[in-house]
């Protein structure tokens, strides 16, 4: 039998905002545990919420940029359960009157193709606390676990698509392109190993043709789109081994572990009553008027569609190139700062050698130990002719670590490229006349097969250089001479 998968995305967005939802208390990552958390955070008795305005902003400025209905009246519900890092045992959400409603997202594909995703709301809420867990938990381990309530108020939208995607590819190509719309927005920082963004994915399987959903799983706070592209085929192959031997999938709640790359039941799948939602007897409706939302979409900065677009037109760059480069706000911004000497040149660093090494290096760009001064500054040496492509290597892994500005590296390692065409020509008589063999065998050649015969004296006019002889010239003035000799 032929199956076909059924993916529905929330999505979870750790909005920028220097202070918390209902509270003053810092959002600034990184402190120490519980030192950011304060007594309204953790409803203690004799406090009451006051809601952040920029958070509403915020989830606004997502709701136009996807073209969404904005309820002009939001109000929250208490969704209530127990966990250790709730101490307030309800988190604080919205259900019957999301902030955002019905809009939608277009996706394109490997192939070009494109796809409408549709939304179905987005709602704002609070952010739990986090289970810290050291040691073993073996049997005779010394495991612990401690709660970090810094998190505790943080703001959330998440956002919750209608289940239109067929397979990671679509899945993926979903969350990349709501990662760059709050990053372009200024939303969210999208820094994902930071939890800034993490992805629920419902999963289910059904028969190819049959028009009824599947009994679907829900694999949980997902940090990676590699992790997710991962976690959604070891579950679709799960679901189809455990229909095809008989028998049926469970709804439930599951983990995937990136590490191990294995995924497992965490919980039995709830539904809405089981939380006995209420409203918020602490917060009163928020009332929008038309005039407060179309003063935020004059505010709308520009968006990846347009940025892709302008890419193409402003700097020549190609679909696949500009896709890519515009897909990051904090990419699209570091490239225009490294694109001042040559647009093309920066693309193919920032996509090639810089991109490699960040990921290699788990460093997002933002934090790139070579700025994109720095890198554009290296490309004007290179379109200068000071140095070469190989020199250019040397001089990026120089930048890296930490060695200054490609001009103080260039001086400091004597890397300028000899470009005089006397010194250059000076280089090929004495590799010529120092190799009669090459160049009998050369002469009798047949001309088909010379080409490939100059690497030979290429590499020790390089060599007698010491790699610093302008490669293009090298050519150039070589041919010219071995044709002289002919």
Request: glycine residues 8%; aromatic residues 6%.
């Amino acid at each position: 039998m032929q199956w076909e998968t059924v993916i529905g995305l929330e999505v979870h967005v750790q909005l920028a905002t220097k202070s918390k939802i209902f509270s003053g208390a810092s959002t600034a990552f990184g402190a120490e545990p519980n030192t950011q958390a304060c007594a309204i955070d953790l409803a203690m008795p004799g406090t009451l919420p006051v809601p952040n305005e920029q958070a509403f902003r915020d989830a606004i400025m997502f709701g136009l940029a996807i073209d969404a209905d904005i309820a002009h009246t939001s109000m929250f519900e208490r969704k209530n359960y127990f966990y250790p890092d709730l101490p307030k045992a309800y988190q604080t959400t919205q259900l019957e009157k999301p902030i955002v409603g019905r809009g939608h997202v277009e996706i394109e594909l490997a192939d070009g193709s494109k796809k409408s995703i549709r939304i179905h709301h987005a709602h704002l809420e609070e952010d739990a606390g986090k289970s810290l867990h050291e040691g073993s938990f073996e049997i005779h381990g010394h495991g612990m676990s401690g709660i970090d309530l810094n998190r505790a108020g943080t703001p959330l939208i998440e956002i919750v698509s209608e289940p239109d995607m067929r397979g990671a590819e679509d899945a993926v190509a979903f969350a990349r392109k709501l990662h760059s719309i709050v990053t372009s927005l200024g939303i969210c920082d999208g820094n994902m190993s930071q939890g800034s963004m993490r992805f629920d994915v419902n999963i289910s399987v059904r028969p190819l043709g049959s028009d009824s959903f599947g009994t679907r799983t829900e694999t949980k706070n997902l940090n990676s789109f590699k992790f997710m592209e991962e976690a959604i085929a070891l579950e679709v192959a799960r679901q189809i081994e455990v229909i095809e031997d008989g028998g049926k999938v469970i709804q439930e709640t599951r983990l995937y572990n990136g590490d191990t790359k294995k995924a497992r039941a965490m919980r039995s799948k709830e539904e809405a009553n089981d939380y006995r939602y209420f409203p918020c007897p602490d917060l009163l409706p928020i009332v929008f008027d038309d005039d407060y939302i179309q003063a935020i979409r004059q505010t709308l900065p520009e968006l990846p569609d347009a940025r892709r677009d302008r890419f193409m037109d402003q700097y020549g760059l190609s679909h696949y190139d500009a896709n890519i480069l515009s897909g990051d706000a904090h990419v699209a911004r570091y490239f225009e700062t490294a694109a001042g000497g040559d647009a093309k040149l920066a693309a193919n660093w920032i996509m090639g050698e810089l991109s490699a090494r960040l990921n290699a290096e788990d460093i997002a760009i933002q934090n790139c130990p070579v700025s994109a001064e720095q890198l554009a500054g290296m490309i004007a040496r290179l379109v200068d002719g000071t140095i070469s492509s190989k020199m250019a290597k040397e001089v990026f892994d120089a930048m890296w670590n930490g060695e200054g500005s490609a001009d103080d590296i260039i001086e400091a390692r004597g890397l300028k490229q000899v470009s005089d065409s006397g010194a250059i020509e000076a280089l090929v008589n004495e590799v010529i006349a120092n190799s009669p063999q090459q160049l009998d065998n050369y002469r009798s050649a047949d001309e088909a097969k010379r080409p490939k015969m100059l690497g030979y004296f290429v590499g020790q006019i390089m060599k007698a250089s010491k790699g610093q002889a302008n490669p293009q010239q090298v050519n150039e003035v070589l041919l010219k001479k071995l044709n002289e000799l002919l």
